[in-house]
């Protein structure tokens, strides 16, 4: 996990997840806005996800018709997400905003 380049402290993953966009966030303890310098991460492991979901759904008949899909969706994106936090939340990925 990275931390805060103003008050030094643990970013916070919820306030990656919470913000409206995943380039923009706000520290958790000094409400610091932060942003990614490079979100590429973020949206390959995003659209690999995506895809891999989507054929799994479409073409196990089980998950379609029982309504797994969505519990499979969710569930699997929280894992995959705290997975994969560290790495875009990375000390050489954040900056505060308005700092160029």
């Known amino acids: 996990m990275s931390l805060c380049p103003r008050c030094e402290h643990k970013i916070d993953v919820f306030s990656?997840?919470?913000?409206?966009?995943?380039?923009y966030f706000k520290c958790a303890s000094c409400k610091t806005r932060l942003?990614?310098?490079?979100?590429?991460?973020?949206?390959g492991i995003f659209l690999l996800y995506s895809?891999?979901?989507f054929t799994l759904?479409?073409?196990i008949p089980t998950l379609n018709e029982?309504?797994?899909g969505v519990i499979l969706?969710?569930?699997g994106w929280f894992f995959v997400y705290y997975k994969s936090s560290p790495y875009i939340l990375s000390k050489d990925n954040v900056a505060i905003h308005g700092s160029d």
Do not use: C, E
């Open 51 to 53: 895809a891999v979901v």
């Open 57 to 59: 759904i479409m073409y």
């Open 73 to 75: 969706t969710v569930s």
């Open 66 to 68: 029982y309504g797994l």
């Open 35 to 43: 942003k990614l310098i490079s979100s590429k991460l973020f949206w």
């Open 16 to 23: 990656f997840s919470l913000s409206a966009l995943p380039f």
